[in-house]
């Protein structure tokens, strides 16, 4: 997996300037997979369990467009998959999935240090507080899955 950035209209953007708001892309995760190994259900099921997909432009205390619900597909069979996933999940939900969904154009990486952030970072206050209780969560729910 590689953090970056997709979906805006700047080239080449830089983390102040996406976290700003000001390039229209949202902060996103490259995933590569073997569907041999993994589906892209799993990684769909993982993706919604991970966040809130009904939370228009937030994620939990971070606000703004480039903090949206939004998967970029890279062919037409993964769009359709993705797709179909959604309207399947709606009933899921209280209010409506605002998750968008777009064809890939540009996926630029992340600075280094925002690369295997958690990994690198465990101890930082937002790693403690907020990632390492979804990673359990997760972990533990799709621990058949994810092995």
Do not use: W
């Amino acid at each position: 997996m590689t953090s970056g950035y997709s979906g805006g209209f700047v080239p080449n953007p830089i983390y102040e300037l996406v976290s700003a708001g000001i390039t229209g892309h949202a902060e996103t995760n490259k995933v590569e997979f073997d569907p041999g190994v993994i589906s892209l259900k799993t990684i769909l099921d993982v993706f919604f369990e991970m966040h809130d997909p009904t939370s228009l432009n937030r994620q939990g205390e971070d606000m703004g467009a480039q903090y949206r619900s939004i998967i970029f597909y890279t062919n037409d069979d993964q769009k359709t998959a993705v797709e179909g996933y959604i309207e399947k999940r709606r009933k899921d939900y209280s209010r409506p999935i605002v998750t968008e969904v777009r064809k890939l154009e540009k996926f630029y990486k992340a600075e280094e240090y925002h690369q295997d952030y958690y990994a690198n970072n465990p101890q930082q206050g937002y790693c403690r507080a907020v990632i390492s209780p979804k990673l359990e969560r997760i972990q533990k729910e799709f621990a058949k899955e994810l092995k």
